[in-house]
């Protein structure tokens, strides 16, 4: 037979003891302002706090006697759960973007691209850019290094360098991480839209779109023009 494995049981969580349920014969009683009143029977604190339409709550079991406060239990409890919501809400989660560039990238691309540093920076994300490196562009990695240290530059008020430029084989890598500046500009759901449409991860090197026609003009506008003409004849 199979030896039997050993679980430890799971302990359940201590339960805050309120009114009836307080066990101590004797409490040491605090008002709701924060104010001792001194030790009390059990009996007679309940009736305190009840005489004030609240609860008593038992906030130290282990001490002797146990401390009691008068509160409004539900009302505390509220304020806890809200409390904890908001600070899970607040707990930022690390996102870690990439940005691919070429050491001869063009202004243009390189504006581009720019721009898509400072939007993930701005969503408090961090930004991998990697250096790739073609055929004998290997034989000149300062290239690469310069062209990092200059995005750094450029975005220096919202990222700050994490990791120094390293290069790996054909690839230079450098990390840029949010500095306090930094701040979320758009939500999620937009954000993820707008970056699978950009594909910022292919090979290319982040072509930039092609610019747009001239807008032309609104019938509503001909129409405008075409009054303003006839007055002046």
Same mark, same amino acid.
């Given at each position: 037979m199979r030896p039997r494995r050993f679980v430890e049981p799971v302990r359940p969580v201590p339960q805050v003891r309120i009114n009836e349920a307080i066990r101590a014969p004797r409490v040491r009683l605090i008002d709701e302002d924060g104010s001792q009143v001194g030790i009390k029977q059990t009996s007679d604190a309940l009736e305190y706090a009840f005489s004030k339409n609240l609860?008593?709550? @038992?906030?130290? *079991?282990? *001490?002797?006697?146990?401390?009691?406060?008068?509160?409004?239990? /539900?009302?505390?409890?509220?304020?806890?759960?809200?409390? *904890?919501?908001l600070a899970r809400k607040h707990q930022s989660q690390i996102h870690i973007k990439e940005i691919k560039l070429r050491p001869k990238i063009g202004k243009h691309d390189y504006e581009t691209k720019k721009s898509h540093v400072v939007r993930f920076?701005?969503?408090?994300?961090?930004?991998?850019?990697? #250096?790739?490196? +073609?055929?004998? @562009? %290997? %034989?000149?990695? @300062? +290239? !690469?290094?310069?062209?990092?240290?200059?995005?750094?530059?450029?975005? /220096?008020?919202? /990222? &700050?360098?994490?990791?120094?430029? #390293?290069?790996? /084989?054909?690839? &230079?890598?450098?990390?840029? !991480?949010? %500095?306090?500046?930094?701040? *979320?500009?758009?939500?999620?759901?937009? @954000?993820? #839209?707008?970056? !699978?449409?950009?594909?910022?991860? !292919?090979d290319g090197g982040g072509e930039a779109p092609a610019p747009e026609r001239d807008a032309e003009p609104q019938p509503r506008e001909e129409v405008a023009q075409a009054e303003a003409q006839l007055q002046q004849g």
């Open positions: 609860d008593l709550v @038992e906030v130290a *079991a282990q *001490a002797d006697p146990p401390v009691a406060r008068v509160m409004d239990y /539900g009302k505390y409890k509220y304020e806890q759960e809200q409390k *904890a919501k920076l701005n969503q408090r994300a961090k930004v991998k850019v990697t #250096i790739m490196f +073609r055929g004998r @562009e %290997t %034989t000149h990695p @300062e +290239r !690469g290094r310069d062209l990092l240290m200059r995005l750094a530059e450029d975005v /220096g008020e919202l /990222g &700050m360098i994490e990791q120094q430029p #390293i290069l790996d /084989g054909r690839n &230079m890598t450098m990390v840029l !991480g949010p %500095t306090k500046a930094a701040g *979320a500009t758009k939500d999620a759901k937009a @954000e993820d #839209i707008e970056s !699978g449409q950009e594909a910022l991860q !292919g």
